[in-house]
């Protein structure tokens, strides 16, 4: 018999390509808040699954996000209304990742990282995994060059380098939005990455075209999950966008990957966790949020070739900047940023608190005599703020302190070089030059 006897006829071969492809077939038992229990669903935490009404309705499509005894833990990618024990559930044989290709620039994708603009499907492009590794310690290369933000104040004093993570801690309407906005325009690398998640849809719109701008927006990737968004899609986001930010960078890009916020992602994963059982410990989080957030920082960095700069925004409860997702990120990240509620009310943009920041890799990439000049200033901003109030009510005499009369002689000057108007902008040589220019004031005054 030949090869050509032995072939199934070719209109059976075309009536099995319309044949579903699912793996496993189970059923819902119960659903609790935010979780449905299935049996009979063979898979891997992080598989994706669907839910099919017995009578027509909308698939709802879920992530399977654990395990008790027999029964899979699923936690849906949409509302919950509708679902009910007995539906047929079934497993995806597709791997989850996210579409991935140069047409991306320029578009606004939700939390799964389908379009969301209007401007028609991604068609034709290769995907990618969400769930990726952070570089192998050893094949990261050192973070050797200065990567201009365009805000003075950071480029001259917290100066940010490529493959540095930074995060910006700030309580809620201190401008942080504002910064990074400012710096989605005006730095240095060749795409952004920029994912808005938990933020409130009036929001979104608004950083889109007053913050970021038409040309911001066309060498940019937008990642939005607003906070109405289930807590699965929230933190999905995340890992969205650091897939997406790492692709580029395998291209060899520079890519600047900004989340907003972090503790957003936080407070989802704190919903996941406690919604399948975790217990909870610090401040309600579970320790898996623990687990997950240095796993997701540190997919940031530079790799062989290309890199990513990783800039994450806190927003701390009641400005308090030792709560445990402040704190924790804080210390896996490479250098923060602190915005002040006080200098934002006097009129201070970017209302950066110079003191309470810093830069872990300024000293590396910075020119020895910029980072001393940049020191001695800072000096003078302590010292001004430390007797602040004896000179608000009068009761500052000249000539008691050198370093105190300097500070209030150069006050103005120091405060015209850390603040600027929104559409200003500033390349990192022309910051470093205006430092040196005004120390060499200050000691000649001296």
């Known amino acids: 018999m030949t090869e050509a006897t032995m072939a199934p006829p070719p209109e059976i071969v075309e ?28 898979g891997v935490v992080g598989d994706l699954c669907r839910i099919r009404p017995l009578r027509g309705g909308e698939v709802v499509v879920a992530e399977i996000v654990g395990f008790r005894g027999d029964n899979v833990l699923l936690m849906p990618l949409g509302p919950v209304e509708g679902l009910r024990p007995g539906l047929a559930v079934e497993r995806h044989d597709r791997s989850s990742g996210v579409a991935f290709g140069p047409e991306l620039l320029g578009r606004v994708l939700d939390g799964l990282g389908r379009p969301m603009d209007g401007q028609g499907p991604l068609v034709g492009l290769r995907r990618v995994p969400i769930a990726g590794e952070p570089p192998n310690p050893l094949t990261r290369r050192p973070i050797e060059e200065v990567m201009g933000t365009g805000v003075r104040v950071m480029d001259g004093f917290l100066t940010l380098g490529r493959g540095q993570r930074m995060g910006i801690f700030a309580g809620s309407g201190v401008g942080k939005s504002t910064l990074l906005g400012m710096i989605a325009r005006h730095a240095q690398a060749d795409v952004n990455v920029i994912a808005l998640l938990g933020e409130r849809g009036r929001e979104v719109r608004d950083f889109i075209e007053q913050s970021l701008g038409p040309e911001g927006l066309a060498r940019s990737v937008v990642v939005v999950a607003t906070g109405d968004q289930p807590a699965l899609v929230r933190a999905r986001g995340a890992l969205v966008a650091t897939a997406i930010a790492e692709a580029f960078r395998d291209e060899g890009k520079e890519v600047l990957l900004m989340v907003d916020s972090v503790t957003r992602v936080a ?77 934002a009310s006097a009129g201070h943009y970017p ?25 001695r200033l800072t000096g003078l901003l302590a010292a001004y703020r430390e007797k602040q109030d004896l000179i608000a009510v009068g009761a500052y005499e000249e000539g008691g302190d050198p370093l105190l009369d300097r500070a209030v002689r150069f006050r103005a000057p120091l405060e015209a070089l850390l603040t600027q108007e929104m559409d200003q902008s500033s390349e990192p040589d022309e910051v470093f030059r205006r430092i040196l220019e005004l120390d060499r004031a200050v000691l000649e005054d001296g």
């Open 351 to 375: 209302a950066v608190d110079v003191l309470e920041s810093t830069s872990r890799v300024r000293d590396q990439i910075v020119d020895r005599d910029v980072i001393r000049a940049a020191n």
């Open 15 to 42: 009536r099995l390509k319309e044949v579903p492809r699912f793996l496993v077939h189970g059923r819902v038992t119960r659903v609790v808040g935010l979780v449905v229990e299935a049996v009979g669903v063979e």
């Open 267 to 343: 407070m989802a994963w704190r919903e996941m966790g406690l919604a399948v059982g975790e217990p909870p410990t610090t401040r309600g989080y579970p320790p898996s949020v623990f687990a997950r957030l240095p796993r997701l920082l540190e997919r940031a960095g530079n790799g062989p070739t290309g890199g990513i700069t990783g800039i994450y925004t806190v927003l701390v409860e009641g400005d308090d900047f030792q709560e445990p997702v402040a704190d924790h990120v804080r210390a896996v990240v490479d250098g923060h940023v602190v915005l002040s509620r006080k200098l």
